[in-house]
């Protein structure tokens, strides 16, 4: 059994799950297997219908399930709203989107007639992670889904409770097992699973990848990212920008993949930069219980976080906000600005994935993104400039999956911009049309113009190349 503890008050257990063992895992994608081939025979339009139902009855139930998530996750509450709310609006437009990208493609002519076909893999495994439970799943659930694939989800064992009570909403193949890495590896290597979807970290995507290819199961990747945000030296310093960026970093106490990681300020605006991210922290970060209306920053996940986190806290770390919490009880980490660090420190160099952030100052644009390039991560970046021309060219030096400009984090995301990293940060995109086809494969069915019934003789040779 898994027992969840509140991550704000780590003596309260909010819910337990029962460990899937591998007969169960095995048990559970075989009945998705039988499954999905009754799913995969339904039209289209009732596939879709079983998704907007299933939003309604998120909907239904919003109030309830974002406490829960906020209370087994340490998210503040808003937060945990707005999830839930993204995670509905994803379900209606893949039930709207769908149709489009799904339904087969024919054309009849002089070259012959070829259909596409998008048929569904079969079972798909997906392994989530705790720091968006919801949305994170439901990127695989509802395209899977609407393709005709059946699906098993394996979430976090830090975060299970929610995505349990939402999957159960469902009226389709979407199944859960529950545990840690050897139960993802049950799932992952299984015979029948065909396709399989992973977000979290390296070591796990490492190990994911492996089975996966071992069997010759095609796989998406989305792993960490190690996100640098970039001010130009016309950017401005202005309340709502130093709002939304010091938010970009300290949403979910850090741990976002997208977070803004590492800052980068002109060297002779550093003491100004400063200033005014100390006065923005000021205003908008609260850290305490995230059930508590005002605060927006709660706990770390674990308390393995709670000490990596303190790892990063070096001495002269700037404390930011207002901290009314109480680290002996939950695992809370007082959030921190760290000014012009070793810039080969792993504070710099690595995923903190916790509540502190570095700035540094940079010379000219080439050294910037010569650092902001560094490394094998390549998740999101950002630049802010008051130009927006200039930040679109800079942007494209970027090596980074997908660019923010003057915002960074989910505020600016988009239900039709791909999302997904290059380098070591994952493979494969979620959201968009592109994270709808990731479900299905295109078959084809071609007759030649020239062997058509009734066609004329062509003289084309027996083993002729086609004409187009
Ligand atoms: P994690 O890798 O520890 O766990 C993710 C999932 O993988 C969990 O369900 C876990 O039980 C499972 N798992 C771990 N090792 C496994 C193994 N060997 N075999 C099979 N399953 C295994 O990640 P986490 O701590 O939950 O999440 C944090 C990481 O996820 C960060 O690096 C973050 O950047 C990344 N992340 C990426 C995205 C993205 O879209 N790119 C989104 C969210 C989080």
Redesign the pocket.
């Known amino acids: 059994m898994i027992e969840r503890e509140n991550p704000a008050r780590f003596a309260e257990i909010v819910g337990s799950v029962p460990v899937s063992t591998p007969d169960a895992v095995d048990e559970i994608v075989r009945r998705a297997g039988a499954e999905q081939r009754r799913w995969a025979a339904l039209p289209l339009p009732d596939r879709l219908a079983a998704l907007t139902h299933a939003a309604a009855a998120i909907e239904n139930t919003v109030d309830d399930l974002a406490t829960l998530l906020a209370r087994e996750s340490g998210k503040v509450l808003a937060d945990c709203r707005g999830e839930l709310g993204f995670a509905v609006r994803f379900l209606r437009w893949v039930a709207g989107r769908a149709i489009g990208v799904y339904a087969d493609q024919a054309v009849d002519d002089d070259l012959g007639r070829l259909v596409h076909l998008r048929k569904p893999y079969g079972v798909v495994a997906a392994?989530?992670?705790?720091?968006?439970p919801v949305i994170?799943a439901m990127l695989k659930i509802a395209p899977a889904l609407a393709a005709g694939n059946a699906i098993v989800v394996?979430?976090?064992?830090?975060a299970p409770l929610t995505i349990s009570r939402v999957a159960g909403l469902f009226d389709a193949p979407v199944r859960l097992v529950h545990?840690?890495?050897?139960?993802?590896?049950a799932l992952?290597g299984h015979e029948l699973v065909r396709k399989v979807a992973?977000?979290?970290?390296?070591?796990?995507?490492r190990?994911?990848a492996a089975?996966a290819g071992d069997r010759l199961t095609p796989s998406v990747l989305?792993?960490?990212?190690n996100d640098p945000a970039v001010f130009l030296d016309d950017a401005p310093l202005a309340d709502d920008a130093m709002d939304r960026l010091v938010m970009a970093t300290f949403a979910t106490s850090g741990?976002?993949?997208?977070a803004a990681k590492r800052l980068y300020v002109p060297e002779a605006r550093l003491d100004d930069f400063v200033a005014a991210y100390l006065t923005a922290a000021d205003r908008v970060l609260v850290t305490g219980d995230p059930l508590v209306p005002g605060v927006t920053m709660g706990p770390v996940?674990s308390a393995a976080a709670q000490r990596s986190a303190a790892a990063f806290r070096v001495p002269a770390a700037l404390d930011l906000g207002r901290f009314d919490a109480d680290p002996d009880t939950g695992y809370f980490v007082r959030p921190a600005l760290v000014v012009s660090p070793d810039p080969v420190s792993p504070l710099v160099t690595t995923?903190q994935?916790a509540p502190v952030v570095p700035v540094l100052g940079y010379r000219d644009e080439n050294a910037v993104l010569a650092a902001a390039n560094a490394g094998d991560l390549g998740?999101g970046a950002s630049v802010w400039s008051a130009d927006e021309e200039r930040a679109f060219e800079f942007a494209r030096r970027f090596e980074a999956g997908f660019t923010f400009v003057n915002t960074h984090n989910r505020t600016g995301m988009s239900l039709r911009a791909p999302?997904?990293?290059v380098k070591r940060?994952?493979w494969g995109r979620?959201y968009a049309d592109e994270g709808l086809l990731e479900y299905v494969q295109t078959c084809v069915i071609h007759a030649p113009a020239a062997f058509r019934p009734g066609a004329a003789p062509t003289g084309t040779g027996p083993s002729a190349y086609p004409a187009g």
């Open positions: 392994v989530t992670p705790w720091n968006a994170l394996k979430p976090s064992p830090l545990g840690g890495a050897e139960t993802g590896a992952v992973f977000t979290g970290g390296a070591a796990g995507g190990a994911v089975l989305e792993l960490g990212g741990q976002v993949c997208m996940i995923e994935f998740l999302f997904g990293g940060s994952g979620e």
